[in-house]
Nanobody
Framework: QVQLAESGGGLVQPGGSLRLSCAAS????????MGWYRQAPGNERELVAS???????NYADSVKGRFAISRDNAKNTVYLQMNTLKPEDTAVYYC?????????WGQGTQVTVSS
């Protein structure tokens, strides 16, 4: 069975940084796009950043210039470096991995930005 193990969330002050990691295991099919989504209280889940197998990235306007997504294909791992964090970044962050067969989701990791 497919497992996505997320880590790196936590509590940080405004202006601080966090690095999220998501390692996929048990996937037989080739992984296509990998990405990060988030869901804040009272809001629907939204795309934060994505990266294709070719390295093309896409970011939500709210995080451009502050967040950076990357991947290590040998480790089936996707990362999200989050800098200059703001209170509005507070949310549960979910890893997403796409294959030809289906998309897979991580369990979510809490990121809280508060003074």
């Amino acid at each position: 069975q497919v497992q996505l193990a997320e880590s790196g969330g936590g509590l940080v002050q405004p202006g601080g940084s966090l690095r999220l990691s998501c390692a996929a295991s048990g996937i037989i099919l080739r992984i296509n796009t990998m990405g990060w989504y988030r869901q804040a209280p009272g809001n629907e889940r939204e795309l934060v950043a994505s990266i294709t197998t070719g390295g093309t990235t896409n970011y939500a306007d709210s995080v451009k210039g502050r967040f950076a997504i990357s991947r290590d294909n040998a480790k089936n791992t996707v990362y999200l470096q989050m800098n200059t964090l703001k209170p509005e970044d507070t949310a549960v962050y979910y890893c997403n991995v796409r294959t030809v067969l289906a998309p897979y989701w991580g369990q979510g990791t809490q990121v809280t930005v508060s003074s």
